[in-house]
């Protein structure tokens, strides 16, 4: 790992079976949703080899027990120089005892961002609670200006005509705990696109430039006269950052376009291809993707059919090496400039 990296500590916490290393398999290692069934506790041996194979590097176990595992330390590198320092914590009671007694300094100090998981159908909510408000005192204590997130997990199992108004309620008992400290919650399930979203948004908070990126990209968005412009992590295929100039209709397209194109790249890779750009047209709209920086991918929307495809694509490949630049957290500040082609 270089050192001049900006590391980000990341702690992933909750009961055990509460799905953390299922979510973290998907979003992290290509797993796919019904993949994520043979996974045990965090974490077996087998899962170690798939790790390796991804851009999440581990580092690392601490384990009493032969085939299960305390802490599970890896690295995701992200746009350049950010490299998430991930914490996957094992649920079992006695870790979560360990964490706030013998190992609490180690464990919430330099935090970052907590993201604690909670299995909706828990049939011990009091015990989640209680572990979670240690997690919260801890971190006041530790690292007081960490971002706290709550995912309510598994919501695929909840009656959807009750899913709106178990998740309110959770959600408010989960702000009201949480104080002094705010809390951003997030109902999640491997099953949907709610999952992206949430880990999108995590990600989000994280990118030190991105107010500065989210300018350029309005400003290429605008020079080639594209409908929406959005940006993608290159490995997770999460959405980073977006500009629309038009209003959209589907408010969950882009974790949808994450998940189908995640899936696509991993079907091209069990036919020992690899994904490199697509492009699809009909007679509303046209939508590029393509490959942009050593670390995104971008996807273009265009809907003016007197624009032609190679133009749009010559556009895409102009902006490159400044965007690359972008993505150096100490390179220099400037704004896209560029003649359309």
């Known amino acids: 790992m270089s050192s001049s990296a900006m590391k980000k500590k990341v702690l992933l916490m909750g009961k055990s079976g509460s799905g953390k290393t299922s979510m973290r398999s998907i979003i992290f290692a290509n797993y796919i949703a019904r993949d994520t069934r043979r996974l045990g506790a965090t974490s077996t041996f087998l899962m170690l080899g798939f790790f390796f194979k991804s851009n999440l590097i581990c580092k690392h176990f601490s384990s009493p027990m032969l085939n299960v595992v305390d802490v599970e330390h890896s690295h995701v590198r992200f746009l350049g120089n950010l490299v998430l320092n991930l914490w996957d914590c094992g649920g079992q009671d006695t870790f979560m005892e360990n964490y706030f007694t013998s190992q609490r300094d180690n464990i919430f100090r330099n935090v970052e961002v907590l993201i604690y998981v909670f299995d909706v159908e828990s049939r011990e909510l009091e015990k989640d609670m209680h572990y979670y408000q240690s997690c919260l005192e801890a971190i006041l204590q530790n690292s007081p200006d960490a971002k706290v997130f709550c995912?309510?997990?598994?919501?695929?199992?909840?009656?959807?005509?009750q899913r709106d108004l178990i998740f309110k309620e959770r959600e408010e008992d989960l702000k009201r705990l949480s104080r002094p400290l705010a809390c951003t919650c997030f109902r999640t399930s491997i099953w949907d696109e709610t999952l992206y979203k949430a880990w999108s948004s995590i990600v989000y908070q994280l990118i030190p430039n991105v107010q500065q990126l989210e300018t350029n990209l309005r400003n290429f968005a605008q020079i080639i006269e594209a409908d929406e412009v959005l940006l993608f992590e290159r490995a997770t295929f999460l959405v980073i950052s977006h500009y629309q100039c038009k209003e959209q209709r589907d408010a969950?397209?882009?974790?949808?376009?994450?998940?189908?194109?995640?899936?696509?790249?991993?079907?091209?890779?069990?036919?020992?291809?690899?994904?490199?750009?697509?492009?699809?047209?009909?007679?509303?709209?046209?939508?590029?993707?393509?490959?942009?920086?050593?670390?995104?991918?971008?996807?273009?929307?265009?809907?003016?059919?007197?624009?032609?495809?190679?133009?749009?694509?010559?556009?895409?490949?102009?902006?490159?090496?400044?965007?690359?630049?972008?993505?150096?957290?100490?390179?220099?500040k400037h704004s896209l400039h560029m003649r359309m082609r």
Do not use: W
């Not at 790249?265 to 291809?273: D, I």
């Not at 994904?275 to 490959?291: L, P």
């Open 151 to 161: 995912l309510v997990h598994k919501m695929d199992l909840v009656q959807e005509d």
């Open 252 to 332: 969950h397209r882009f974790e949808k376009i994450s998940n189908i194109i995640k899936q696509f790249k991993l079907s091209c890779s069990k036919l020992a291809a690899s994904f490199q750009s697509m492009e699809v047209r009909n007679s509303n709209f046209a939508a590029f993707i393509d490959v942009f920086t050593s670390n995104t991918y971008v996807m273009v929307i265009m809907s003016d059919p007197s624009i032609p495809s190679a133009a749009t694509l010559i556009n895409i490949r102009n902006a490159r090496k400044h965007f690359e630049k972008l993505e150096r957290v100490d390179g220099p």
